[in-house]
């Protein structure tokens, strides 16, 4: 069906729906949706990547990539598969980030 994707396999945004607390459409959805296809850009081809390395790609605040992760897992952003593992040492503190799209969605 790819519902989420265009022909050439580029997400539409016509589902997405953000929410929040603080959510204001007006003022936040164009930005969001910026942030989460940004996001969805950066590591589409499958590699592990760390927030400072998709941060490196987008230029988007950490907490907003990780914001956009936690959205491509939700139905209404496509049901992608974001794996989650550390890098290197448990202990560093250090996470990485592999989005595994969701063709059937």
Do not use: C
């Not at 850009?41 to 914001?67: F, M, Q, R, V």
């Not at 989650?84 to 503190?93: F, L, V």
């Amino acid at each position: 069906l790819y519902s989420n994707f265009n022909k050439e396999k580029e997400m539409k945004t016509e589902n997405f729906e953000f929410d929040g607390p603080v959510y204001e459409p007006k003022y936040d959805k164009i930005r969001l949706t910026g942030q989460v296809l940004r996001v969805f850009e950066a590591i589409k081809d499958g590699g592990w990547y760390t927030l400072n390395e998709i941060h490196a790609k987008t230029k988007d605040p950490h907490a907003s990539i990780s914001a956009q992760l936690r959205h491509l897992r939700k139905e209404r952003f496509g049901s992608h598969i974001i794996d989650k593992e550390p890098r290197g040492k448990r202990n560093s503190g250090i996470w990485q980030y592999k989005l595994t799209i969701n063709e059937d969605n």
